[in-house]
């Protein structure tokens, strides 16, 4: 009597299939989130530059007769409607959280400087210096804090 049962044939996944479907999830979720993270900071970018654009028609629609840009702030150009209410005293409105302000540049009263704080990505604030390189007079990224300095 040879008595041997064969087991019945499992159907199911090997444990290598198991993982090639776990690898494709993981490599799709992490391009999102790289993309997702491209899409914030371009977004950050965006609205940083708006803002900068806003501040610097505010600033040719506040300046004197003198072309000098002395007690220049967020708070006179919100007085004059040349930017909006809702940006007060300029705290806690950069995209990144941080305050902005605007200036007169103490070197040159011609001048006006656009600071914005609390910009904690190093990457994003390069890349604003970048852009401002050759449309302002200076520009500069250092411990969190750009600073954008225009001629009037």
């Known amino acids: 009597m040879t ?7 499992v159907s199911g996944f090997t444990f290598i299939e198991v993982l090639a ?14 993309l997702r993270d491209w899409a914030v900071s371009n977004s950050r970018i965006s609205e940083a530059k708006s803002m900068i654009t806003t501040l610097q028609s505010g600033a040719q629609m506040w300046r004197p007769n003198t072309g000098v840009f002395t007690g220049i702030s967020i708070s006179e150009l919100s007085a004059i409607g040349a930017v909006p209410e ?4 300029g705290v806690e409105k950069n995209p990144w959280g941080g305050d902005v ?22 990457t994003e604030g390069e ?4 852009e401002y390189t050759d ?18």
Not at 102 to 110: E, I, N, Q, Y
Not at 127 to 130: D, E, H, L, P, S
Not at 135 to 152: C, E, H, P, R, W
Request: charged share 15%.
């Open 21 to 34: 479907v776990l690898s494709i999830i993981a490599i799709a979720t992490l391009g999102t989130l790289v």
């Open 3 to 9: 008595g041997r049962t064969t087991l019945p044939r």
């Open 86 to 89: 809702t940006w007060g005293d």
């Open 135 to 152: 449309l302002a007079v200076v520009a500069s990224y250092m411990t969190d804090t750009l600073t954008i300095t225009f001629q009037g």
């Open 101 to 122: 302000s605007v200036s007169a540049d103490v070197g040159d009263l011609t001048r006006y400087t656009v600071t914005f704080s609390g910009v904690t990505s190093s």
């Open 127 to 130: 890349r604003m210096v970048k």
